[in-house]
């Protein structure tokens, strides 16, 4: 069974940090973690931030020198550092790869964490 587990969404206050975890159950032969994605009430979800299987990042223009996406392959596991949040950085963050089945690629989402930052 394929399972993205997401974890250290919350509420923080303007300025403050959090760090999200994005887990695969299985290894990266079979799914491949790309990165973040969020969506705030009222929004379309937006790409914030990927990942290359060699480390190589992307960033929305919001988020440049603010989020940190990094990897541990070893893990198969996606992490997404965010510093000095902002109000609008609210939204429920998740966390999108690709899997393997019947020799085709797939997309997959995990199921969300939310992240509600105060002013």
């Known amino acids: 069974q394929v399972q993205l587990v997401e974890s250290g969404g919350g509420l923080v206050q303007a300025g403050g940090s959090l760090t999200l975890t994005c887990a695969a159950s299985?290894?990266?032969?079979?799914?491949?973690?790309v990165g973040w994605y969020r969506q705030a009430p009222g929004h379309q979800r937006e790409q914030v931030a990927t990942?290359?299987?060699?480390?190589?990042?992307t960033y929305t223009d919001a988020v440049k020198g603010r989020f940190t996406i990094s990897r541990n392959n070893a893990k198969n596991t996606v992490y997404l550092q965010m510093d000095s949040l902002k109000p609008e950085d609210s939204a429920v963050y998740s966390c999108n790869a690709h899997f393997l089945s019947g020799g085709k690629w797939h997309p997959y989402w995990g199921q969300g964490t939310q992240v509600t930052v105060s002013s």
């Open positions: 299985r290894s990266a032969d079979s799914i491949k973690i």
């Open positions: 990942i290359t299987n060699d480390g190589t990042p």
